[in-house]
Nanobody, 114 residues
Framework: QVHLVESGGGLVQPGGSLRLSCAASGSILSWTYMGWFRQVPGKQRELVALIWNSGRTSYVDSVKGRFTISRDNAKNTVDLQMNSLKPEDTAVYYC????????WGQGTQVTVSS
């Protein structure tokens, strides 16, 4: 059984930074991709950033230049560095990955408010 566990969410003021981390229960070397999604009440879950096994990354337009996704294969983690946060970034952030099947973490709340 594969588990993904997120950490690093919290409350931050507009313009601030947070770093989310997703720890996998096993090696992520063979994962096709890993990524971060977010969801606010009443809306569909939205892809924020992906990092492929090749190292290629992709981002939703609204976070380009502010968020950076990275992976550490030695630690089996995928991080999301979020800078210049805006109130509209407020959401529950979910870690996601594909390895023979799709896996999700339990989510971590990010609130951007003054």
């Amino acid at each position: 059984q594969v588990h993904l566990v997120e950490s690093g969410g919290g409350l931050v003021q507009p313009g601030g930074s947070l770093r989310l981390s997703c720890a996998a229960s096993g090696s992520i070397l063979s994962w096709t991709y890993m990524g971060w999604f977010r969801q606010v009440p009443g809306k569909q879950r939205e892809l924020v950033a992906l990092i492929w096994n090749s190292g290629r990354t992709s981002y939703v337009d609204s976070v380009k230049g502010r968020f950076t996704i990275s992976r550490d294969n030695a630690k089996n983690t995928v991080d999301l560095q979020m800078n210049s946060l805006k109130p509209e970034d407020t959401a529950v952030y979910y870690c996601n990955g594909m390895f023979r099947a799709e896996y999700w973490g339990q989510g971590t709340q990010v609130t951007v408010s003054s």
